[in-house]
């Protein structure tokens, strides 16, 4: 496989479950990012993970946890979600060590919190 | 922070009819970039812009660095069906974490028959 891979491509789940999403990248990249998108909202940027390690989380609520085991791999695991929380949930990866670079995005997992 | 502003949030096109589209920053950025998404799909790199002034073209893709480095444009001529989808802009730093994208938030294209 080529690209960024995101499993599953849909979701739906009640408020109660535990789930994770997964995303692979099979670009060597460095860098892997997850944004949530919205209806009729600009891309929010979660969580971004540089060399394995977290360098940023936008003040996301707490029941959105993400593990980044290693360069190729991310996890965005998911507890007692609200209704709110619905939305396209995207991968990206980078390679951030270059001077010019962009984000090559997955094709994302549509959630859906009933 | 930084901030992108995309226009327009929506056109309404003939089919082939020329499109533009463009963002501004209050912020220089060292690369622009322009990405497609698709209806329930992630966005995909249409062109990249490294350097201000830059010209480049994709296909009937134009796109454009502004020579003061905080806007850029991109231009679709003679527009098809396989044009719709949601056009985002993203600008990029310099170091640290401004070297992490920008996204504009979006222009929505439809293109009629």
């Known amino acids: 496989e080529t690209g960024v891979t995101q499993t599953p491509r849909h979701l739906v789940m009640g408020m109660t479950n535990k789930k994770s999403l997964k995303c692979e990248q099979h670009?060597?990249?460095?860098?892997m990012y997850w944004y949530k998108q919205s209806a009729k909202k600009p891309l929010e940027l979660m969580f971004v993970y540089s060399l394995e390690e977290r360098v940023e989380n936008n003040s996301v609520p707490s029941r959105f946890s993400p593990e980044c085991p290693n360069s190729s791999h991310l996890f965005l695991h998911l507890h007692t979600l609200q209704p709110e929380d619905s939305a396209l949930y995207l991968c990206a990866s980078s390679q951030a060590s270059t001077s010019h670079y962009g984000y090559t995005f997955g094709s994302g997992t549509r959630l859906t919190v009933v | 922070g930084q901030q992108l502003n995309q226009s327009p949030q929506s056109m309404f096109i003939q089919e082939g009819e020329d499109v533009s589209m463009n963002c501004t920053s209050s912020?220089?950025?060292?690369?622009w970039l322009w990405y497609k998404q698709d209806p329930g799909e992630g966005p995909v790199l249409l062109i990249a812009l490294y350097k201000a002034g830059e010209l480049t073209s994709n296909g009937r893709l134009t796109a454009q660095f502004g020579i003061t480095r905080k806007d850029s444009f991109l231009n679709i001529s003679a527009s098809i069906p396989s044009d719709v989808g949601i056009y985002f802009c993203?600008?990029?730093?310099?170091?640290?974490?401004?070297?992490?994208?920008?996204f504009g938030s979006g222009t929505q294209l439809t293109v009629l028959p």
């Open positions: 912020s220089i950025f060292n690369t």
């Open positions: 993203a600008g990029q730093g310099g170091v640290g974490s401004a070297r992490q994208l920008t």
């Open positions: 670009l060597g990249h460095n860098a």
